[in-house]
């Protein structure tokens, strides 16, 4: 059989002759999302890319202000990375546990039983950075231009979702100083950890 492959983005296409004309289904992740018939292959490869792209719309638009997608796609997110390490599992649990969702670095670092708040910023960014990638989501930078890989999974609570760069490097700013910050778990965040079993 003549089945030909080919990445799209993040989907992969597997196309094949199938009773007199040809099939293509995408996949993200070993998960089927959208499929197409059509005469030919290069039809075919039209029509699916076509639907992948409608995919990739609708999700973009349920995106809230700040950029990050709907729970199912945090939830598809945390299906894909499969196992995690039992320290990011643990600082995912408190997170979900605290009041408003609201956690500091330091309690993150005693949820996971490492040494101090610097090991838990960089383990959740390192988690958050794993997501975004899967989720397509580009978190907000640092005024060195760095990513601030913890914004795909927590916010700054008092963040303005209009200039959420601007706000959140302030926000960040005042809290290094005083050794408190405190993120607030996303909501798609936290339903998607609840759909989970967290």
Request: charged share 25%.
């Amino acid at each position: 059989m003549d089945v030909r492959t080919e990445q799209y983005g993040r989907y992969e296409i597997k196309s094949a002759p199938l009773k007199g004309e040809w099939a293509a289904n995408a996949f993200r992740n070993k998960k089927k999302v959208a499929e197409a018939r059509a005469v030919s292959f290069d039809e075919v490869l039209i029509r699916v890319k076509a639907r992948l792209d409608q995919l990739d719309a609708t999700e973009l638009s349920s995106r809230d202000k700040e950029g990050a997608p709907s729970a199912s796609a945090y939830l598809d997110a945390f299906i894909a990375l499969g196992k995690i390490p039992e320290g990011y599992e643990a600082m995912l649990r408190a997170h979900l546990q605290a009041p408003d969702h609201l956690i500091s670095a330091t309690q993150l670092a005693e949820a996971a039983g490492y040494e101090n708040y610097n090991a838990a910023n960089l383990h959740y960014g390192l988690l958050g950075k794993r997501i975004g990638d899967e989720i397509g989501f580009i978190p907000p930078r640092r005024v060195d231009g760095s990513e601030i890989w913890t914004c795909v999974l927590a916010r700054a609570p008092d963040v303005g979702t209009d200039f959420p760069e601007t706000s959140l490097a302030e926000a960040l700013d005042r809290a290094v100083d005083a050794g408190h910050f405190e993120w607030q778990l996303r909501p798609q965040v936290a339903e998607a950890l609840r759909a989970l079993g967290y």
